[in-house]
């Protein structure tokens, strides 16, 4: 019998599988070793389960309201259902029949049944149930057994539902995890602190097997010998590029892709990567946000390299490497680097930096650096750039704040807006609408003009703390310190404002890309040279 864990805790015939802390835990018999498996984009993971057949791990997040899945040592990760759950809770996988099932104890507490690849989701069980908690399959009987904390009972039915009965009515204060084996069924309880069985037929011969035990949770029976399954997955991943789910007869399987990126019409092969998506920065990773499937999920991106307090941001679409910013390593990956911009068609970075006062520029390599404004510099922040007219904006929130204008070369400077700003933090180009969007943190306020600061208008308010802005299509996205979250609205009206990812502290800049959309064109650099070639829009350069 194992100690408790809280919240949840797997055991399959070769490892144990344990969520403890929000991360997904792995190790093997008497826990000589500890893996993490899963600890990004959990908020509250409930319920646990393993595809013993295909080596599957499946899990319910109560936080998210999301079931997820992914292979046993956390790879090929993806969201399998996101809609409609409310607080689901315990899950238990089928592979025999190709089904998952799960609980949910939201608003309206119901069983549910899909396929494991998410497919034919229908609810089993819906009218007296207060907060079922832990579910159990028999496969001997072919029943899915279910404990409800709040009716105070285990029940049991058919794997569709039918023939409901009540196995246990009575002296059953707060149960919560559910297990059986051969002809028995155990359970933990919260409320009597311990671990009980009874026949699973009858529900007599209640037993307590232990007792006065703190913070107990889930059980699972611990047992090598399963049932030989057919496989369809085994054979070449079952003709899978990525994800080879079970599914229910008669198709037996299906193929699915890592979250963010789509299954291609022959219903095998996944695409390469993401199109439309957002990158932002948090202090201390980077994550990616698909904006080609049809819910939010965050990816973390694999940087070999430690991050301590990130901030600016920038991506180019044309190669698909994110350069980035870091405080405290003083690195662009400079005293305090709080901007970043990348020129994709002319292959510069540009940089504002709020510990010399000054915007600086270079080749994507770092080479050929150079200062472009150093005069009248306050605390510059977000800077943007419109490469098909050879401009870059940037906003400074100094004692005088204001949002200004120049080539790309540091020329042609101009003041467009000095009045009513306070914090101007995030900045955006607008360019098949012709407009300039800021986000404030002092007045609260998102904000537009045309591109010589003219027409000025608020998009959205209140907003309590925006940093990072962005825009794609026809919305605008930016990030929150204070609500820790992405929001995304109407870049017209600011309207229809929703919530794209929360629970995300120490969030800081974010970039939208649109790998789709075709770059501009700059003039022939097979040459080598000796000095910086700065794009100025129109196929104009200048050399310094």
């Known amino acids: 019998m194992l100690n408790p864990v809280r919240p949840s805790t797997v055991i399959d015939p070769t490892p144990w599988v344990l969520l403890v802390n929000q991360c997904f835990q792995m190790c093997v018999l008497m826990c000589v070793c500890v893996q993490v498996v899963v600890d990004t984009s959990l908020e509250s993971p409930a319920g646990l389960a393993i595809d013993w057949v295909t080596n599957k791990l499946y899990w319910t997040d109560a936080g998210t309201d999301r079931i997820e899945v992914s292979n046993a040592d956390g790879s090929m990760r993806t969201v399998l259902i996101w809609e409609n759950l409310d607080r689901p809770r315990d899950i238990v996988v089928d592979p025999i029949g190709g089904f998952m099932y799960w609980t949910d104890w939201g608003a309206n507490p119901k069983i549910e049944r899909a396929g494991m690849d998410a497919s034919s989701r229908i609810v089993i069980i819906s009218s007296n149930l207060t907060w079922p908690n832990g579910l159990a399959i028999d496969y001997e009987t072919k029943r899915l057994y279910w404990a409800d904390a709040g009716m105070k009972t285990i029940e049991y039915g058919n794997f569709d539902g039918s ?18 084996h051969e002809d028995k069924l155990y359970w933990t309880d919260w409320q009597s602190k311990s671990i009980q069985s009874a026949d699973k037929l009858t529900g007599l011969g209640r037993q307590t097997l232990a007792e006065n035990l703190e913070n107990l949770m889930d059980i699972h ?5 399963r049932d030989t399954v057919h496989n369809p997955c085994s054979v070449n991943n079952g003709g899978c590029s990525h994800l080879c789910l079970l599914a229910p007869p008669p198709k037996a399987s299906s193929c699915a892709c890592p979250t963010g990126i789509n299954l291609q019409n022959d219903g095998k092969t996944c695409t390469p990567g993401m199109s439309s998506f957002l990158v932002f920065a948090r202090r201390t990773d980077i994550r990616m946000v698909s904006l080609d499937i049809p819910y939010f999920a965050d990816v973390v991106l694999a940087v070999n390299s430690s991050m301590k307090n990130t901030i600016a941001i920038g991506v180019d679409p044309k190669d698909g490497k994110v350069y980035w910013s870091d405080s405290t390593l003083k690195k662009i990956r400079l005293m ?27 080749n994507l390599d770092g080479s050929m650096r150079k200062v472009l404004v150093w005069q009248n510099l306050d605390s510059p922040r977000a800077i943007a750039l419109y490469h098909e007219m050879g401009y870059m904006y940037w906003t400074d929130w100094g004692e005088h704040a204001k949002l ?4 790309m070369d540091g020329s042609d400077r101009v003041v467009l807006i000095n009045n009513n700003l ?3 933090n995030g900045l955006a180009i607008d360019m098949a609408g012709s407009q300039l969007l800021w986000a404030d943190a002092h007045t609260e306020r998102i904000e537009a003009s045309d591109l010589n ?34 929001q995304r609205a109407d870049k017209n009206t600011g309207a229809n404002t929703i919530t794209v990812r929360a629970n995300l502290p120490g969030l800081m800049d974010i970039q939208a890309v649109d790998r789709d959309r075709p770059l501009g064109e700059s003039e022939d650099r097979t040459q080598k040279l000796t000095s910086i070639c700065l794009y100025m829009g129109s196929g104009n350069s200048r050399r310094d």
């Open 221 to 225: 029976m611990f047992h090598r010998h």
């Open 404 to 407: 200004e204008r120049s080539a």
């Open 336 to 362: 305090t680097t709080d901007g970043l911009a990348v020129d994709a068609v002319g292959r510069k970075i540009y940089w504002t930096d709020t510990g010399t006062n000054r915007i600086e520029v270079a």
């Open 163 to 180: 023939d409901r009965q009540v196995l246990i009515g009575s002296q059953l204060p707060h149960p919560f995890g559910l297990t059986v």
């Open 453 to 486: 600061g003219l027409n000025r208008r608020t998009l959205v308010t209140p907003v309590q703390h925006p940093y990072g802005l962005t825009l794609l299509g026809s919305h605008i996205y930016w990030t929150d310190w204070q609500s820790r979250s992405i």
């Open 422 to 424: 306070g914090w101007p």
